[in-house]
């Protein structure tokens, strides 16, 4: 019976193709979609063997492989709630979110995971980055359990950690029915079919890998290729296999890179997909003219899912605007007083649909101020729209920094940083970057002459994941500052801005 449980759908769609391959893992095919219930029923008899019951939080900290998707789809299968994490996370990163979710399991990796502090009473298991461990190992001994917990489509299937301008993470719940609607939308803009194969080299534990990338593919039906993580050369061994790639900006970037990465490379692509960050209309041109494919930009947020998107149609990809809101999404842009402004003037994006989240993990106040009473979320971009009604983002009115197409907030870092001993004042701020799109660096001023940088320089190796790192910090005799004292972080984004020129 299909319910509102996203699995069960999955599997509905899946089961007239059992002998088809469901996952491929470096080039090899690890289950069909006939043996995909299988291993996704002895991965839940596990959990259940390990205490997991509807409704509980099952954390994930680990990097890519066949067995983080078994582990996926059993926790949902389970009416439990997925919570992933980045896997470069440090030991302290890690201690804040389980504080904060409260699991009933935590799913890590051995190399890294060191026993977060004042967490000693969750239960743990180890899934590695290579996809071995305790709880592959566990599951590969049960009997499946092929029941699929009925859900409600209101029902938390995923929560996913954004940092926020405040610094302190918000967990967003998302629901069976917001991940259900998005595929939906997604599937239909983007026309899969079962026909597709995929290639997936995103990491699963954020949106883009998670809800754009794996959804796809199972609710398609079409094959995943899976890898790791991207490499540019393994990418492009791998095109010629599949009809879809989908990608951040420096994806693209690198595989430009590449003498190896011709139009011959990609003659057997229907769609080249990329997101989560603004991807230079530099980049769409060079990629069009060494390859004949106009890359479809989308626009999406972890709380939404995916928002908007450029046409399907090659001639309507637009470079530097990210498309059209997707089918059920709403998308104004206000003024100040939540005007609705017209074509052409930059206001706030605001979004409302069936893909939008039902808030922030125990946060009513940080819930109040992004999620209006009459249905939408302040999106915390800015942009406009043309007569058309296609958007363009100008900027952000929240204090962000995307590297490498992960989300990076100043002010968790600045906190980090104001607390270190000697640290009188810090900015932390993004310039643009030939590969990631945007650096993050950081200005100090200090207290004294014999500031010690390289203490420094440990507590930031020690409490923050490398994509966190200031990849400069500048001491400064004084900052920039307004009238009212606030550091002008333009001047110092202005000061910097070649300093990754090539
Ligand atoms: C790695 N490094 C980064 C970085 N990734 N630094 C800044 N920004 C990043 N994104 C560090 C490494 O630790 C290393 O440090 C150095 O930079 C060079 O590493 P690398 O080997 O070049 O990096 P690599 O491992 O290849 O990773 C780069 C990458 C990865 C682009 C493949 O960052 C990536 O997979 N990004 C995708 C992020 C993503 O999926 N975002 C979606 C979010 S969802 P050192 O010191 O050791 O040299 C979302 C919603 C939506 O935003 O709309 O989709
Ligand atoms: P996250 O919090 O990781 O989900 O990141 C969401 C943010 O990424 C959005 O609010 C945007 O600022 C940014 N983003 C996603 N897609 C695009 C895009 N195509 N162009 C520009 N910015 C994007």
């Known amino acids: 019976m299909t319910t509102g449980n996203l699995v069960s759908t999955f599997f509905a769609r899946q089961a007239d193709v059992p002998t088809k391959p469901a996952i491929l893992w470096e080039g090899e095919s690890v289950c069909t979609f006939g043996e995909l219930p299988e291993r996704v029923g002895q991965m839940r008899a596990a959990l259940a063997h390990l205490g997991v019951r509807r409704g509980d939080r099952v954390m994930v900290k680990t990097g890519n492989s066949p067995n983080f998707i ?78 699929v917990e009925p859900m409600a489509l209101s029902d938390l299937a995923v929560m996913l950690f954004t940092s926020g301008t405040t610094g302190r993470p918000k967990g967003a719940m998302l629901t069976h ?15 899969f079919s079962r026909e597709d194969e995929i290639l997936h080299c995103l990491p699963l534990f954020h949106a883009h890998g998670l809800f754009v990338c794996l959804h796809l593919g199972l609710y398609s039906a079409a094959s995943l290729h899976m890898l790791p993580k991207f490499d540019a050369a393994r990418v492009i061994a791998e095109l010629g296999k599949v009809s879809v790639f989908m990608g951040v900006p420096t994806f693209y970037t690198r595989l430009l890179e590449s003498p190896e990465f011709t139009k011959d490379a990609t003659s057997s692509i229907r769609l080249f997909i990329s997101g989560s960050a603004p991807l230079l209309p530099s980049v769409f041109s060079a990629f069009e003219a ?30 530097g605007t990210v498309g059209f809101p997707l089918p059920g999404v709403t998308v104004r842009i206000v003024d100040a007083d939540r005007r609705e402004l017209p074509a052409g003037e930059v206001g706030e994006i605001e979004m409302a ?150």
């Open 290 to 319: 060494r390859t004949g494919h106009r890359i479809l930009e989308r626009y999406g947020m972890t709380e939404t899912a995916m928002i908007t998107s450029n046409p399907y149609e090659q001639v309507g990809r637009i470079p």
């Open 353 to 502: 649909g069936p893909n939008l989240c039902a808030g922030y993990w125990r946060r009513p106040e940080a819930t109040a101020e992004s999620f209006y009473a009459d249905g939408f979320f302040r999106t915390g971009d800015t942009g406009f729209k043309d007569a058309e009604g296609r958007v363009t983002i100008a900027g952000r009115s929240k204090d962000l920094i995307i590297s490498g197409g992960y989300n990076v907030y100043p002010a968790e870092i600045e906190m980090l940083l104001a607390d270190v001993p000697g640290v009188q004042d810090v900015a932390v701020f993004g310039v643009p970057h030939p590969d990631f799109g945007e650096a993050v660096m950081a200005a100090i001023t200090t207290e004294g002459t014999a500031f010690d940088m390289a203490a420094m320089q440990t507590v930031i190796a020690e409490r923050l994941a490398k994509f966190k790192q200031p990849k400069q910090v500048f001491v400064l005799d004084a900052f920039p500052r307004n009238a009212m004292g606030k550091i002008l972080k333009n001047e110092l984004r202005g000061r910097y801005r070649d300093s990754f020129a090539r």
């Open 70 to 147: 078994f582990t996926y789809l059993a926790v949902l299968a389970s009416g439990a709630i997925f919570v992933p994490m980045n896997a470069a996370y440090t030991a302290a990163e890690v201690a804040l979110l389980v504080e904060d979710a409260e699991p009933a399991l935590l799913i890590h990796d051995a190399e890294t995971a060191v026993p977060p502090k004042g967490s000693d009473a969750v239960a743990r298991i180890t899934l590695n980055m290579d996809g071995s461990g305790a709880l592959p190992d566990l599951a590969a001994g049960q009997q499946p359990d092929f029941g």
């Open 177 to 191: 029915g917001n991940l259900l609607s998005n595929v939906e939308a997604l599937y239909e803009t983007w026309r």
